[in-house]
């Protein structure tokens, strides 16, 4: 629960780091909807208290890769830390948030 995991041909038309970013705001986003149970304005996600995973951090470092992007011939792996929210109501489609937003991420 503390890290995402994405894989991406590396002839995909999102870079890594895109990919990373989009990841990221997945998980912002889920956050957000873990915390409040709903998410009803691009505001709510300001009202979040939350903070980045510190075991998922130490995952990272633990590979000897904070960047989070381990480049392989045809593919990447890339490895973001959870955004975890201080409070919990509702955990019922966090996965889905993430990939969904990460999806959508990729079109701005």
């Known amino acids: 629960p503390h890290n995402n995991f994405c894989l991406i041909s590396n002839s995909y038309d999102v870079t890594p780091e895109k990919e990373k970013d989009c990841v990221m705001m997945g998980s912002l986003v889920a956050s957000a909807k873990a915390s409040l149970g709903v998410i009803k304005s691009k505001r ?8 980045v995973s510190r075991k998922g951090l130490e995952y990272l470092r633990a590979i000897e890769n904070e ?3 381990i ?3 045809n593919f990447s792996i890339i490895i973001t830390p959870n955004i975890m ?3 919990v ?3 019922v489609g966090l996965g889905d948030c ?11």
């Open 71 to 73: 480049r392989m011939n």
């Open 89 to 91: 109501k509702s955990t």
């Open 85 to 87: 929210a201080k409070k």
């Open 67 to 69: 960047s989070g992007i």
């Open 44 to 51: 709510d996600l300001l009202k979040v208290k939350a903070s």
């Open 98 to 108: 993430i990939s969904s937003i990460a999806f959508v991420s990729e079109t701005i």
